[in-house]
DNA sequence: GTTGCCTGAATGACGATTCATTCACAGCGC
DNA sequence: GCGCTGTGAATGAATCGTCATTCAGGCAAC
């Protein structure tokens, strides 16, 4: 409830500025890449001063680590909620999937600033690598192994390296999507990486 | 001080210093990433002065490109040269990824140029999509359309799709080497990926 | 008039690029 | 040999813009 009725635009209705900051910020790195975004900017699209960015973020850097905390963080609790949910493996590995490529793939500049902006510094991709693709490459894991005890998938296989392969498509997918020209659905995408993934490790 | 002095400047066959720069900025560029980097860092590392660099490159970014250019031709050459060698597109896939990650991972600052700095912004990772990471693709999706001809692959799968998914994987291992603390060996990788992927585009 | 959010001009650093200058050497006439 | 001079590669200090960040007030509401 944030009915403020008088006052149009004098009052700005309480509106959650760090809400309206970080989702400009996500706009203008992904359309000018992190380095050559200014803060600036990002105030001008956000519709605040340039000083009101610093009332809600330590430094442009804070930005773009909450970019990624906030969405990484809700990608993996809702696979994680989805494992609660279901019980075959093979299942389980296609929703996670759809869901990651679903996620990205509803938000465009979000998918470009997770899949370019957040790669381009070994500084970033350590902590990003360390934060949340390690937690997501073990959700994976886990429930390929889960999988492999009950018979279903080959157990001549290591399991991180099966959690990389399957991640690292659908990482391709979602990268290649940001770069295509064409305009296309990038979460049935899924399917057809599954496809090829599931029959790779499944028991014949 | 006529006399000789065999120090730095004895006779540097020209060619040396851009050799030496090339060399330099990859060592850099991977420490530090390429927005982090100084000109200046540069040109001490390679034993030059600062504008000497820019005797050699227009700016900073050519000095990326030259990077990639360099490099990524010499792969795809390669990759291009075993196909004419071998017959089984199995075989040529497994070859081709190998040489793949034998490349990377026998330099390990040319692959964090690779594998993290070449994709930090939307602007660089399109023009590196459309030089080298486009012709890499379509390589693999020859070799594969050749297997699905002769009988060997499922014809129920799109090229385009299955070789976003070779490349995907093979992308991650390198990847997650370059991250990883552990120092293991990346081009026996791709006969682990290249298992799981075979098996699952094979013809049953 | 006080509190607390906001503002945006000013500041200070930083770093890519430039360019006036140096220096080693090659050719040349003697 | 021996000066003399032209050449251009190499140098690195100075320049010039560009921002991230700060802070001295402004303004609304109570």
Redesign the interface.
Known sequence: MRSVRYLPAARPPVADKREAILRAATQVF?RN????SKVADIAHVAGVADGTVYLYFKSKEEILHSIFDRNAGEIIAEGRKLLGVLTDAREKLRRIATLHLERLGADRDLA?VFQ??L?????F??EF?AAGLAEYLHLIREVFEEGQRAGMFRTD??AK??A??L???????A??W??SKRRYKLAP?AD??L???????SV?
């Open positions: 992904a890449g992190y380095f050559n470009v370019v902006e790669r381009g510094s070994t500084k991709m350590e690598s296989l290591n390296v099966v990389k392969v991640f690292g498509a659908l990482d391709e997918m990268t290649n940001i770069l995408m057809q990486v496809d090829i993934f599931l029959n790779g490790v014949r």
